[in-house]
């Protein structure tokens, strides 16, 4: 069965920093473009970095530059998030998604996603 299974949400409090991690199963990400994608409540999900199939390439909303820096692990089917200086509007569920092709939000394979609450 393929599957993505993020981790690593939790509560923090602002200027807190967090690394979201995804585990590929079941399929070998090593092919794969993959991106991080957020929903906060009552808004449409959101890309928030992507990363080539290579690692050479990335891209991220504007609203994070800076803040926030994906990466992958081929060798352990693993894409991270690092994220800093955390914000109250970053609160979400933060989803990883892998596609064969582009970063979009018609990715290939969704996670179920984590919540990550940003507050005092």
């Known amino acids: 069965q393929l599957q993505l299974v993020e981790s690593g949400g939790g509560l923090v409090q602002p200027g807190g920093s967090l690394r979201l991690s995804c585990a590929a199963s079941?399929?070998?990400?090593?092919?794969?473009?993959l991106g991080w994608f957020r929903q906060a409540p009552g808004k449409e999900r959101e890309a928030v970095a992507c990363?080539?199939?290579?690692?050479?390439?990335?891209h991220y909303a504007d609203s994070v530059k800076g803040r926030f820096t994906i990466s992958r692990d081929n060798a352990k089917n693993t894409v991270y998030l690092q994220i800093h200086y955390l914000k109250p509007e970053d609160t979400a569920v933060y989803y990883c998604?892998?596609?064969?092709?582009?970063?979009?939000?018609?990715?290939?394979?969704w996670g179920k996603g984590t919540l990550v609450t940003v507050s005092s």
């Open positions: 998604a892998a596609d064969r092709d582009l970063c979009s939000s018609y990715m290939d394979y």
């Open positions: 079941g399929f070998t990400l090593d092919h794969y473009t």
């Open positions: 990363i080539s199939s290579s690692g050479g390439t990335t």
